[in-house]
Nanobody, 125 residues
Framework: VQLLASGGGLVQAGDSLRLSCAAS????????KGWFRQAPGKEREFVAA???????SYADSVKGRFTISRDNVKNMVYLQMNSLKPEDTAVYYC????????????????????WGQGTQVTVSS
C-alpha cells in the first residue's frame, strides 16, 4: 500500500495550492481519508477529513479556507487550500483511516493506519 502526496510548494500569503494524494495497492473507497500537517517542533495536527460518502470535518484554523474532496474512482483525495497564511506552513500528510467506523470521521492522527510521505507547504508573508 502506498500513498503519494503532491502539490506542495512555496507561495505567498493569500495564494492557493491544491494538494493531491494518490493511493495504490489497495482500494480505500469505504474508508475515511484525511490530511494532517506538522510544523517544525510541533506535533502533527488534524487539518481535514472526509468520509467515504462525502461528509467532512475541518480544523477550526482552516474552516472556510480549505476544502477536502475525494474521487473514489481514481482512489484520490485532494485538499484545496485558499487564502493561505504563514501559519499554514508545514509538511502536509495524507492518511487513510482503515479501521474507523463506516461512514464516520476520526480526527486523531494515531487512528490513521496508512500515511503518505508528506509534501512541504511554505507560505511567505
Amino acid at each position: 500500500v502506498q500513498l503519494l502526496a503532491s502539490g506542495g510548494g512555496l507561495v505567498q500569503a493569500g495564494d492557493s495550492l491544491r494538494l493531491s494524494c494518490a493511493a495504490s495497492g489497495r482500494t480505500f473507497n469505504t474508508n475515511a481519508k484525511g490530511w494532517f500537517r506538522q510544523a517544525p517542533g510541533k506535533e502533527r495536527e488534524f487539518v481535514a477529513a472526509i468520509s467515504w460518502i462525502g461528509a467532512t470535518s475541518y480544523a477550526d484554523s482552516v474552516k472556510g479556507r480549505f476544502t477536502i474532496s475525494r474521487d473514489n474512482v481514481k482512489n484520490m483525495v485532494y485538499l484545496q487550500m485558499n487564502s493561505l497564511k504563514p501559519e499554514d506552513t508545514a509538511v502536509y500528510y495524507c492518511a487513510v483511516d482503515a479501521g474507523g467506523p463506516l461512514g464516520g470521521i476520526r480526527v486523531g492522527y494515531r487512528e490513521y493506519e496508512y500515511w503518505g510521505q508528506g509534501t512541504q507547504v511554505t507560505v511567505s508573508s
